[in-house]
C-alpha cells in the first residue's frame, strides 16, 4: 500500500476506533499478531491494544482525539494526537474525579497489507496524573 493509503488506515483508527470505541475498525485495522512496544505492554497484540483503547474510553468516555501531526515514510506512519476528555471512571487505580483533561500521545505505526503490524507508543500520563492532582512520587 502507499504512504497515503497508510495514513488513510492510521486516521481511521483514530477517528472511527480511538474517538468512538468501535472495536470492529480495530479487528479490520491491527493485525492479530500485533506487536505492541507501548512502555509496560506485555505483547499481547491485537486484543490487548483493543483492551488498552477500551479502558481508556470507560476511563474518558468523552475523550475526542484530533490529530495534529500526521506523517510518514515507507511503512511508517507517525501520528500525534491530542484530546480533552473528562476522568469519570476509573484510571490507573485513580478514582473519578469529574476533572477535565488534555491528552497527549505519539505513535509510529508499522502497516503492512493496510494493517498495523507493529506499534510504539508514548503517552504523557505524567501530564494526565499532573491535572487529575495526583502527584506521582520520582
Known sequence: MSLEENKAVVRRIIYE?????????ADETFSADLIDHRPGQTDGGREDA????VGLRQA??????KIEH???EADKVVVHVVGPG????????IHPTGKKVILRGTTILRLADGKVVERW???????????????PTP
Open 60 to 65: 474518558f468516555p468523552d475523550l475526542k482525539f
Open 86 to 93: 473528562t476522568h469519570t471512571g476509573e484510571f490507573m487505580g
Open 121 to 135: 507508543n508514548i503517552t504523557d500520563i505524567f501530564g494526565v496524573l499532573r491535572q487529575l492532582g495526583v502527584k
Open 17 to 25: 476506533f480511538v474517538n468512538t470505541g468501535n472495536t470492529a475498525v
Open 70 to 72: 500526521l506523517f510518514g
Open 50 to 53: 483493543k483492551q488498552f483503547f
